[in-house]
């Protein structure tokens, strides 16, 4: 099993409390804390404004910290999980890749997605389209990427996107372009997306949800004539681990005193019971077991968040001691 780690970038208030002349600091010690210890690659998100609920927290934007991380680290991958496809124009955001695995030395991933925060889609003046013309824009978007990495060049008169001899110089340093991602669990549409052009997908990590959704997959690789078995299956897990189970409250707890000024009691309820009944939540032993059981439905790359990592990050060493070293291929 491969392993990624998400940097705290404010997203989801897990930069409170910092100081914003720390922050760059700050998130450049997580990426290197991964870079030395067993984690493939680092993730940011793609997002404007916090989660569960906008605020004027720090909220750092994605691709400048994949440029700022591509120069600042040497060996993790950089990923984004994931950006969404209408914030930028496919073509410049080809072009803006292209640059960052120059930059990395061919070490950039592209996670992609159609985007769903209704809020900070009107909030920039991007309106809110219907899911139906955000999915047909991120089918169009991928195309228009995947020729400029690989052709150098793309035309497409599309519905949503229109582009006429856009050109890719350089290319990306990797053979075959960078990677794609198609991040998301849509069952017609997304999935299907991701049959037709992914090289990774991220989507539901339950063992249920999982199950579903790469047998929907699997569906789909059949009906468009692609490899169901050369796709990666990935999915986002919040971790909350601990030497003993006290340890492992106390991580939540902490994590709720962090949200409980920024958001309504019933936001902070449902958010701490989230955390607590997902998968990789216990003792090193229980998630190892738990990634263990996952790994043999077919998931193969666990991208974890840490909530504390911007100001602790035992639980991130602890997991890369105990657990890694157990599902590591």
């Known amino acids: 099993m491969r392993f990624g780690l998400f940097i705290p970038q404010g997203w989801r208030f897990d930069l409170v409390g910092v100081d914003p002349k720390d922050h760059w600091q700050t998130m450049l010690g997580v990426a290197k804390a991964a870079e030395a210890g067993p984690f493939e690659s680092v993730w940011v998100y793609d997002h404007f404004h916090t989660t569960p609920v906008p605020s004027e927290e720090a909220t750092h934007e994605a ?7 591509a120069a600042a680290t040497s060996r993790v991958r950089l990923g984004q999980m994931c950006t969404c496809m209408a914030y930028r124009n496919p073509a410049y955001l080809a072009k803006v890749a292209a640059t960052v695995d120059a930059v990395s030395g061919g070490r950039t991933e592209m996670g992609i997605g159609a985007g769903w925060y209704e809020h900070e889609w009107r909030a920039y ?3 809110f389209p219907s899911a139906g013309q955000r999915l047909a824009m991120l089918d169009e978007g991928v195309q228009i990427m995947r020729d400029l990495w690989t052709k150098g060049v793309a035309t497409l008169d599309g519905k949503h996107y229109q582009v006429d001899g856009a050109i890719c110089r350089p290319l990306p340093l990797q053979t075959g372009g960078i990677p794609l991602w198609i991040a998301g669990g849509g069952e017609r549409k997304t999935l299907r997306i991701a049959a037709k052009y992914a090289q990774y997908t991220n989507f539901d990590g339950s063992p249920e949800g999982f199950v579903r959704k790469s047998e929907l997959l699997a569906e789909h690789c059949r009906e468009v004539g692609t490899d169901y078995d050369a796709i990666v299956r990935s999915a986002n897990y919040n971790v909350f681990i601990g030497e003993t189970e006290k340890d492992v409250q106390d991580r ?8 409980r000024p920024h958001v309504s009691d019933e936001t902070l309820e449902r958010s701490v019971e989230q955390w607590r009944t997902g998968p990789l939540v216990g003792t090193p032993e229980q998630i190892a077991e738990k990634l263990t059981e996952l790994k043999a439905l077919g998931m193969t790359y666990a991208i974890t968040y840490f ?3 911007a100001y602790d990050l035992s ?12 599902l590591a291929s």
């Open 63 to 69: 691709w400048t910290l994949m440029a700022a991380l």
């Open 307 to 309: 909530a504390e990592a």
């Open 252 to 259: 939540i707890a902490q994590a709720a005193d962090r949200l």
């Open 315 to 326: 639980g991130v060493e602890l997991f890369a001691s105990r657990v890694v070293p157990e």
């Open 125 to 127: 003046g991007y309106g």
